[in-house]
């Protein structure tokens, strides 16, 4: 039906954790200062190669990259050769595993990511912020127009309502919680392990949450910021420490959970050989959640080093999903109810052109008809031609009011390019 009624069409560009490995997922990541370049790139105007994306909305989490656009054809190699080209990457090496949506496959999905569905943990709390900061980072750089602002509000709308009118938010397992999870499956004594927490965002945060559930008593923050180390440190009885301090406090962990949002490789393997040398063969259990990722993958090669990442953590989801996976019918339901909000709206963007020109119309032929009659009575005062104007304007605009509600009503429907094509015949549009 989208691709019927609405001129434009709607693209979503993406990989995600389902798709497509950690160490690509990586290499694609917008990072902050990546994302504001990638988006200003759009707005300068003068780059033709771009000049067919209308419109452009940017989403990247740890477990997925998406470009949604709108363009007048379904350009997916536009938007493969955007994403190449602002990420140094080949297109070779990601176009197996990318999925292209269009028109209302790509509303669909983006309403089932804001909602959860579509999560590597059904129902995780995070994602929807995730998209309303990639909407707010667009709009600063004004690359959305008024069919992805629309959109993004509308799935912003339904992730609200997922997490309020069900309970599929409700004690969420986090990818964070997962690891810790995993982790407590490797050391079952938690609280005896001593245990590093490497960065201080909100990933870092749920990490350290899930291991006081689990009576983890000795936990370390570390962080480039010290000042954010000491205030997550503070609010679960835990020590900070300032990144420099890594290696000298390495030694000593017996886990480490890195989640740091540093662009680049934090532990490497000749870190970890140093650590090892001191530990007398107690073993040393990485658990890596950070895009890019923080741990070098060749420390799983290190004799007493076990290393977890990301794509490990997709087979360990817990076993016990009911609770949430019995509310996935109520949150469809609301991403049907807003997905049917959102296909109206865009139905009435073919319409709307097409009330203005007949509005647009009557008021020419209204003017030209007062400019005679006035022309014809020139006693009138400057009061009596303002009344006889707004007495025109209100008969005009109530012998319209029937027709174009009437237009308004069927741009949804089975027949709105044929009523469509009737009015512009009718009064003589085209």
């Not at 709307?352 to 008809?369: C, F, L, T």
Request: contains cysteine; charged residues 25%; hydrophobic residues 45%.
């Amino acid at each position: 039906m989208v691709a019927e009624i609405c001129a434009s069409h709607i693209l979503c560009l993406g990989l995600n954790h389902a798709t497509t490995n950690v160490a690509l997922r990586e290499r694609l990541a917008f990072y902050p200062h990546q994302l504001q370049t990638a988006l200003a790139r759009l707005g300068c105007g003068d780059d033709s190669a771009w000049n067919d994306i209308k419109e452009l909305v940017i989403l990247s989490t740890c477990n997925r990259v998406e470009i949604y656009a709108v363009a007048n054809k379904p350009i997916f190699d536009t938007l493969e050769a955007f994403l190449s080209e602002t990420k140094n990457c080949p297109q070779v090496d990601f176009t197996d595993t990318a999925y292209r949506l269009l028109d209302g496959d790509a509303i669909q999905h983006l309403l089932e990511v804001a909602s959860g569905l579509d999560s590597m943990v059904v129902g995780e709390p995070q994602i929807l912020g995730q998209v309303t900061d990639a909407y707010s980072a667009a709009r600063n750089h004004g690359t959305p127009g008024k069919i992805l602002s629309r959109m993004f509000e509308v799935a912003i709308r339904t992730g609200k309502r997922a997490r309020t009118e069900t309970t599929i938010s409700q004690n969420p397992a986090s990818i964070a919680s997962i690891a810790v999870k995993l982790i407590a499956e490797t050391v079952p004594d938690l609280s005896a392990a001593k245990i590093m927490v490497l960065g201080a965002g909100e990933m870092a945060e749920l990490a350290v949450e899930s291991l006081r559930k689990r009576s983890a008593m000795s936990i370390l923050v570390v962080n480039r910021t010290l000042q954010r180390a000491e205030e997550l440190a503070k609010r679960w009885e835990g020590k900070a420490a300032a990144l420099e301090t890594l290696l000298d406090h390495l030694q000593d962990m017996d886990i480490v959970i890195a989640s740091t949002g540093a662009p680049h490789i934090v532990i490497r393997p000749s870190m970890v050989e140093e650590a090892m040398k001191y530990r007398h063969k107690r073993p040393l259990v990485f658990m890596d959640i950070a895009v890019p990722r923080d741990v070098d993958p060749e420390v799983k090669n290190i004799s007493g080093a076990y290393l977890y990442d990301l794509d490990g953590l997709s087979d360990h989801l817990e076993s016990n999903m009911a609770q949430r996976e019995a509310e996935v019918p109520k949150v469809r339901a609301i991403v049907a109810e807003e997905r049917a909000v959102f296909d109206e709206y865009l139905a009435s963007l073919d319409v709307v052109p097409i009330i203005v020109d007949i509005r647009n119309q009557a008021d020419s032929i209204r003017q030209d008809e007062l400019r005679k009659a006035i022309r014809r009575m020139p006693d009138l005062t400057p009061e009596m031609e303002r009344q006889i104007d707004a007495l025109t304007k209100s008969i005009v605009s109530k012998i319209l009011h029937s027709p174009t509600t009437k237009l308004r009503s069927e741009a949804n429907g089975l027949y709105a390019a044929d009523y469509a094509s009737i009015v512009r015949a009718l009064f003589g549009l085209d």
